[in-house]
């Protein structure tokens, strides 16, 4: 049965004469009345009312046009799946992503989209949200995770999961049978993000004062170089937990007892919204589906997911 033979009869069906059928095809009535004569004698039964009468559908011919409607349907959704899955393959997918994603699961992402659409090109991005942020925005990347959203018109986001947050330092510094407050904390060394970068954000409000972080605070724009830095006894810093697992485990770093415990740490997800980005939805589906696997894998308190956040979209 031919593509062309079932939207013929949707078409009949809609326009309830053969005239404004054979306008609406570009074609002409007895191609129509051929087509349907067709489809009649391949099922062996009237499916319109001849006559006089207006037009009508024989029950059959309800029953044969649901069917075709459906089938039409699931026609028109593959060909746009594929399509998107073509239009992938030739166009990358620039994806960005802050370090303690980069070092987490975004592999398991990559592995993922290339598993469902193998000439898929992806070009990644590690760096600091506000230049992820600003490359969205400048057009340069097409779906970022960090720190913040991007909510400007035209993009989407909703938070990915959380990562709890440990303060930690090497084991020449600290003392890990002690309970430090946060004024005792403020008095050793501290290595973190820049100034006015969303990281600093989260520890500056720690302390209440960020005089207290004037003199001991040294700044580092890298995750590695400021675990590095960790590992080699120069401060103490709040990092998330996932990120500094194998170095925990290595007793390279060891997490301090506090009184006072970080908040945790919300992982956004942006992503540019239209019809042009028409494959974006499934990366979208992939990342979530990723994220939600490695949660699974990872002791629940170092990584979850924030139900209550799932379905929040930007503007």
């Keep these: 049965m031919r593509d062309i033979d079932m939207r013929t009869f949707v078409a009949l069906a809609r ?10 095809l570009n074609t002409t009535q007895p191609a129509i009345s051929g087509r349907l004569a067709a489809l009649e004698a391949e099922f062996g039964c009237r499916l319109v009312h001849r006559g006089d009468r207006a037009f009508a559908l024989t029950p059959a011919g309800q029953q044969v046009l649901a069917q075709f409607q459906q089938t039409l349907h699931d026609i028109d959704a593959l060909r746009r799946h594929l399509g998107q899955a073509a239009q ?5 997918l620039r994806l960005g992503a802050i370090d303690s994603v980069s070092a987490t699961w975004m592999p398991a992402l990559i592995e993922a989209l290339r ?6 090109r992806i070009e990644l991005t590690v760096d600091g949200t506000r230049p992820l942020v600003d490359g969205m925005r400048a057009g340069d990347l097409d779906m970022v995770f960090c720190l913040q959203p991007v909510l400007d018109d035209g993009f989407r986001s909703y938070v990915a999961c959380m990562l709890q947050m440990v303060w930690a330092g090497a084991p020449s510094l600290i003392d890990p049978d002690r309970t430090y407050t946060v004024a005792e904390l403020g008095e050793l060394p501290i290595i973190s993000f820049p100034r006015n970068s969303p990281p600093f954000q989260m520890i500056a409000p720690f302390f209440q004062d960020e005089q207290v972080l004037a003199s001991k605070l040294t700044s580092c724009n890298s995750l590695y170089a400021l675990v590095n830095l960790l590992i080699d006894g120069f401060g103490i810093g709040a990092i998330p937990t996932v990120s500094i697992r194998r170095e925990i485990d290595q007793r390279l770093l060891v997490p301090l007892r506090v009184a006072k415990r970080m908040p945790p740490m919300p992982i956004v997800a942006s992503y ?6 028409s494959f974006l939805p499934q990366a ?15 002791d629940p308190s170092l990584v979850w997911l924030d139900a209550a956040s799932q379905g929040v979209e930007g503007a």
């Design 272 to 277: 540019r919204a239209g019809p042009e980005w």
């Design 88 to 92: 992938a393959q030739l166009e990358p």
């Design 284 to 298: 979208v589906e992939h990342a979530k589906a990723t994220v939600s696997g490695y949660c699974a894998r990872v």
């Design 15 to 24: 326009n309830r004469h053969f005239g404004r059928t054979a306008d609406e």
């Design 115 to 120: 598993a469902s659409f193998p000439e898929l």
